[in-house]
C-alpha cells in the first residue's frame, strides 16, 4: 500500500489549468522524484499537498485513508514537511528563529521564550546534516546563499513531539548548494529512506535525481505522462518524457571559432575577496570561471559589473579604455549581468515584463530622453520575447506569474535590450529545466555568433565544459590558471579547482 496517493488533482488559475487530472503515488522507505520542465505543474502539486492551495478537484489518501489536506497545520499533524523552492527567510532573525518559524518556541514557566532550547535545538537539526560550521545565533542575513538554504532545509528534520515526520517534500534543494553540501543532504535522504520513511524530490539536475532517486513521476503541461522505476528509464528517455521530444544534443555547437580580437581585458584587478587577476575575453568567446565554493567567482563579476569596490592597472573594452563608475555605468558602456538570485537580484516580481525588460535602459526607450512610452516599450519587450522564446501571455504580465524558466528569461531579455559587448553570468541555468537550459544555450550560442563575449560562472560542471572555450581556475581569489575546455573531462576540471591538477595556460 502507497504512503501518499493524490488522484485527479486539478487546479486551473483564472481559466488557465496548471494540474489536469495528475495523479501521483508514493511508497513507505522511497525516494521519489517529481520531474517536468518548469511550468509542467510540479510546484503547484506541492503546494496542494502542503495545504497551501486548494485544488479544484484532488482525490487524496494517506496509507489507504482518505485525507483532505485543507492548511500547512494540517499537513504537519499529517507528518509532511516541506522544503520549497523560493528561499522563505527573515534576513533580521537569527540562524535559530528561522528554523522555528511557523513553530512554536520553547518556553519557560510557560511564558519567557527559552532562549538556549532554542538555540540548542536548533544546533541539533543542523547537526542532522553535520552543519557544524554555523551558529544559530548568527543572524539570517550574514550566511551566503547556500549557508540558508541548509537553515531551510535544516528546519525540515527539527524534531518535534506528537508531529513525527513521515515524508519530506523538497523543491530544488541544491539549486545553492555546493557539491560538498549537496552529499551531505543525500546522506541524510538516504538514511531516511533506510529508516522507513519517504522523500518527494523535485530537482532539475538529472545526474542528481538518476544516482538518488528510485522512482520517478513526469509531468508535463499539468498531466502526469508516466511514473516508473529509475532502474528502467535512461536519462535520455527521462528529458523526452518531460519535453516530449529527444533532445539530440545537451549543448548547440557554436557556429563559428572565437575572434583573435580582444573584446574586454582587465589587469591587475583588486576588489574585496580577490586577490589581484587579470584575465581578457576575446569576441564570440565564453569564458568560464570554475572553482569551489567561496573562491571568487560572485566577487569577480560583480567587480566587473561595478557593483563592488575595485582597482585595476588597466581595464580595456572593445579596445578603449574604460573607467568603472558602478552598474549604471556598466549597462551604458557595454556590460550586461545576469546575476545569481533571478527572484531577489533581477527581477522586480510585481512588475510587468515589459518593464522589467526595459528597466536598465530607460532612457533608449524614451521620448526625448524624459517621457517612457508604454507602447514602445511593450512592443521592445515583446520583439526581445520572441527573441528569448519567452512563453507569456503578454508583455504585460507581471514576472511574478511565469515559471522560473521563463522568469530568467526576462532576465536575459533585459541583458540583452541594450547590445550589449560583455555579458557576464552568474549561475544563468539555476533552477532551470532541460528544455528551458537548450533555449538558454541557444541564446548565449546567438549572441557569440553576433561577436558578444561572455563571461560564465556556474558549479555545473558539464555546463562549464560544454559551453566554454576556455576556463579560468580560480582558488583563494586568484586566478591559478586558464585552459581550452576543449577535451577537458569533469574529473580534471574539479582536481584543477582543488588544486590538484596544473595544466599549460590557454
Not at 557544524?132 to 528546519?155: C, E, K, N, W, Y
Request: proline fraction near 5%; charged fraction near 25%; charge should be neutral.
Amino acid at each position: 500500500m502507497p504512503f501518499l496517493a493524490l488522484n485527479n488533482i486539478s487546479k486551473a488559475y483564472a481559466g488557465v489549468p496548471a494540474l489536469r487530472s495528475a495523479t501521483l503515488s508514493i511508497e513507505p522507505a522511497e525516494i521519489h522524484a517529481l520531474m517536468g520542465e518548469n511550468g509542467a505543474g510540479k510546484s503547484t502539486l506541492i503546494k496542494i499537498l502542503a495545504g497551501v492551495v486548494a485544488p479544484d478537484t484532488a482525490g487524496i489518501e494517506i496509507e489507504g485513508r482518505p485525507t483532505t489536506i485543507d492548511s500547512p497545520a494540517t499537513a504537519h499533524r499529517l507528518g509532511l514537511r516541506f522544503i520549497h523552492q523560493e528561499m522563505n527567510v527573515v534576513p533580521a532573525l537569527s540562524v535559530a528563529e528561522n528554523i522555528f518559524i511557523g513553530r512554536r518556541y520553547p518556553k519557560r514557566f510557560g511564558i519567557l521564550v527559552d532562549w538556549a532550547k532554542l538555540e540548542a535545538t536548533a544546533r541539533q537539526a543542523l547537526e542532522t546534516l553535520g552543519i557544524t560550521h554555523i551558529d544559530p545565533r548568527t543572524r539570517m542575513a550574514r550566511l551566503s546563499m547556500g549557508d540558508q538554504m541548509l537553515v531551510r532545509i535544516s528546519s525540515a528534520f527539527l524534531s518535534e513531539p506528537g508531529a513525527p515526520a513521515r515524508l519530506y517534500v523538497m523543491d530544488e534543494p541544491t539549486a545553492a548548494l555546493t557539491a560538498e553540501e549537496s552529499e551531505r543532504l543525500f546522506r541524510v535522504l538516504r538514511q531516511i529512506r533506510a529508516d522507513g520513511g519517504s522523500v518527494l524530490y523535485v530537482s532539475h539536475r538529472l545526474d542528481e535525481v538518476m544516482a538518488l532517486c528510485d522512482r520517478a513521476t513526469v509531468l508535463r503541461d499539468g498531466k502526469s505522462i508516466d511514473s516508473g522505476s529509475l532502474s528502467e528509464i535512461t536519462h535520455d528517455d527521462l528529458v523526452a518524457m518531460m519535453i516530449g521530444r529527444k533532445v539530440e544534443e545537451a549543448y548547440p555547437k557554436p557556429a563559428a571559432a572565437p575572434s583573435s580580437e580582444v573584446a574586454f581585458e582587465v589587469e591587475n584587478l583588486r576588489a574585496e575577496g580577490l586577490k589581484p587577476l587579470s584575465l581578457s575575453v576575446r569576441k564570440g568567446e565564453i569564458l568560464g570561471i570554475a572553482g569551489l565554493a567561496g573562491a571568487g567567482q560572485r566577487e569577480l563579476l560583480r567587480a566587473l559589473f561595478g557593483d563592488l569596490p575595485m582597482s585595476a592597472s588597466a581595464i580595456r573594452l572593445g579596445g578603449e579604455t574604460y573607467r568603472p563608475g558602478g552598474p549604471r555605468r556598466a549597462w551604458q558602456k557595454g556590460i550586461a549581468y545576469v546575476p545569481r538570485e533571478r527572484r531577489s537580484e533581477g527581477l522586480v516580481l510585481t512588475r510587468p515584463i515589459y518593464e522589467n525588460v526595459t528597466l536598465a535602459h530607460l532612457t533608449d526607450r524614451s521620448i526625448a530622453g524624459t517621457l517612457l512610452n508604454p507602447r514602445h516599450e511593450r512592443q521592445f519587450a515583446a520583439a526581445l520575447g520572441e527573441s528569448v522564446k519567452l512563453k507569456a501571455r503578454s508583455p504585460d504580465q507581471r514576472a511574478l506569474e511565469l515559471s522560473g524558466g521563463n522568469q530568467q528569461k526576462v532576465v536575459f531579455a533585459k541583458a540583452l535590450s541594450g547590445n550589449p559587448k560583455l555579458l557576464l553570468l552568474d549561475e544563468p541555468t539555476r533552477g532551470v529545466d532541460v528544455g528551458a537550459k537548450f533555449d538558454i544555450y541557444t541564446i548565449i550560442r546567438d549572441m557569440t555568433a553576433k561577436g558578444m563575449a561572455v563571461v560564465l560562472v556556474s558549479s555545473d560542471l558539464p555546463e562549464l565544459i560544454g559551453m566554454c572555450d576556455r576556463i579560468a581556475i580560480l582558488r583563494d581569489g586568484a586566478i591559478t590558471e586558464t585552459v581550452d575546455a576543449h577535451g577537458l573531462t569533469e574529473e580534471d576540471l574539479i582536481n584543477r579547482c582543488y588544486g590538484r591538477a596544473t595544466g599549460v595556460a590557454a
